[in-house]
């Protein structure tokens, strides 16, 4: 089985002002696709993986053979997150989180405004290339980030939220600024997913 390009729900176009067309098209054709390419790359030099899950290889990484598992750390790591990603974002601008997330946060984050700050603190302050994520664990909801293309799954933790901070996420359109992409991405939440992510944590 070889892994393959998700079609995305909105057009390249569909993000805009907060994600530029030209962005989203090189995001997906080009680094999305080459995750992809050089995953399944990597399963080929290890057949005996070839019927697990991308899941199952994310959460097992330890038991990986050595000549593949930093591959699959990285590209299916990529190749999850990107997924992941496509689908917390609408077009459909001011959304908001369910009731059942709303109350979840407002007990375990304070509330939806010092989520956000610490969310926006988290994603700015990854050095390098990384991803800032929403995570329920063990029941609670924590905010944390990842170098490169790691998972918070490999840790045992489920992602219901993520933002991409590599350069190649914004580079095009924000140049250096970090923040304002950071900013101007919360416009394009899709927390209907968020909410819909958080429930199949819970259960
Ligand atoms: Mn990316």
Redesign the pocket.
Known sequence: MKFELPKLNFSYTALEPYIDAQTMEI?HTK??QAYINNLNKALEDAPELGDKTLDYLLTNLETLPNNVRNAIRNNGG?HY??TF?WEILTPETGTAPGNSLMTKINEDLTNMATFKEAFSQAALTRFGSGWAWLVVQEGKLSVESTPNQDNPISEGKFPILGL?V?E??YYLKYQNKRNEYIENWWNVVNWAKVTENFESAKA
Do not use: E, K, P, S
């Open positions: 995001h680094h999305h990529g997150n990107h990603f991409d590599w190649h996420a």
